[in-house]
């Protein structure tokens, strides 16, 4: 799983930490660094070409002065420009002593004279505003629009959240070293890191067996071998049953997008439950494989021991009788997906879930957008937290999976577990798309993945499902588009 870890900050500096002590010096590892930034820069820029060297007096800095001294022995005309000199007797001050050519200072910094600049000023362990003649720096490199290589992170970026500490560096690409970092998948921090390259600088992976990283990249390695191709002697039941709640005439497609999901990522069997008198609606459309039937009551659809998996939400109707269902279902021993209108049922009353899933054992996943997330959680956390700790608190407090979706979607889990998607496209934004995923899960759910990694495949599969349908999909495509997309898990 190592190359699905994601490291903050600090966990970083505990790597670095650990290598220094298992004999690597501090300066090796910056000078590492500095030689991965300029094997980067390189790419593409013809002999000669004119490079701007960014370079604060940390560590990010040292970095950027082995870079430029690189660059300068391969040809490349450099010219390096500093916030401030390096603090004496570090290891930014010697690598320093690499350089040995002139040292501007940052006021003297033309952008438009440079075929690409670097950016080695402030790092990824900011915290503070950037303001005064750094920020004043920033606005100006970002207003040439030059291409920009940054060095672990655009300056201004949070490396733990993504957020911009008041003003940050639009990049092209971006070097980090060893892991990325959260800030590096979760918006606004992903779409001004561009491409981020990983480079290796001899930090050996077991060091991870000691910081133990709960946050990842949403990758196969993740969860990929939990979805087995199944056997040519298994029957339908063991590849699990999933019943879908169905809400009345108006939402038909809600609930019959989510069933079509759950039967192609591999339930072998799907029924909807439909109220009597929106039957014929349901099923005056396939496909043929689903199955339908008459819900009389909740407890008939619940007496068939095999239906081993539930979803509530997609157009259910919001109100008393789905909140009643909701807590119903949390009784049951089934694993079960909540989503939209089963949410949104307990706007400002994240509460009463809270104390139904207290004494649950099944699994259970919630799949909320924002909105959702803010009616749900209303007066039950702070809001102006990053993203990823509100899905970390929220899962722990509802006792279940949390799926926060987005652009920047995170899964997180009740033992602190999380991971950050980064496939999906944008044009899943669209009517259905997350019917669609919440009946994926639900099917991975019935075929008995554990909660995390059904809602982590979940996701992952659905924007590879948005990919493979192309532009101009319509949910519809999703389900249709899976069959082509798990094939990556042959190769996991």
Known sequence: MHDADLLTTAQMREADRLAMAAGIAGLTLMRRA?????????????????IGVLCGPGN???????????LRGLGFAVRLFALAPPRPETDAARAAAFWGGPVEHVAAFQPEAFELVIDALLGAGLTRMVSGEEAALIARL?????????????SGVDGDTGAVRGVAVKAQRCVTFFRAKPGHFLYPGRALAGVVDVADIGIEAHVLGSIKPLTFANLPALWGGHLAAGTATQHKYARGHALIIAGGREGAGAARLAARAALRIGAGLV????????????????PDALMF???TSLEDMLHDQRRNAVLIGPAHGVGPATRAAVLHLMASPRALVLDADALT?????????????????????????????ARLMAGSLDSTQDKLSRARQ??????????????????????GRAAINANAPPWLATAGSGDVLAGMATGLLAQGLPAFEAACAAVYLHGAAGRAAGRGLIADDLPEALRTCLDVLDKV
């Not at 990010?60 to 690189?70: E, H, I, K, L, P």
């Open 34 to 50: 500095g030689q991965a930034v300029a094997a980067v820069a390189q790419r593409g820029l013809r002999e000669g070409s004119a």
């Open 345 to 373: 049922s307990f706007a400002g009353e994240a509460a009463l879930l809270r104390d139904a899933a207290r004494s649950r054992a099944a699994p259970c996943i919630m799949t909320p957008h924002e909105g959702e997330f």
């Open 293 to 295: 039937r008459a819900m």
């Open 271 to 286: 029924t909807l439950a439909v109220p009597p008198e929106a039957f014929a609606t349901y099923a005056a459309r396939g």
């Open 142 to 154: 970002n207003d040439a629009e030059r291409p920009v290589l940054a060095v672990d992170l655009p």
């Open 394 to 415: 929220a899962a722990q407090m509802l006792h279940g999976v949390v799926v926060l979706k987005g652009a920047d979607t995170v899964i997180a889990a009740p033992d």
């Open 60 to 70: 990010n800095g040292g970095d950027g002065y082995v870079a430029a001294a690189r």
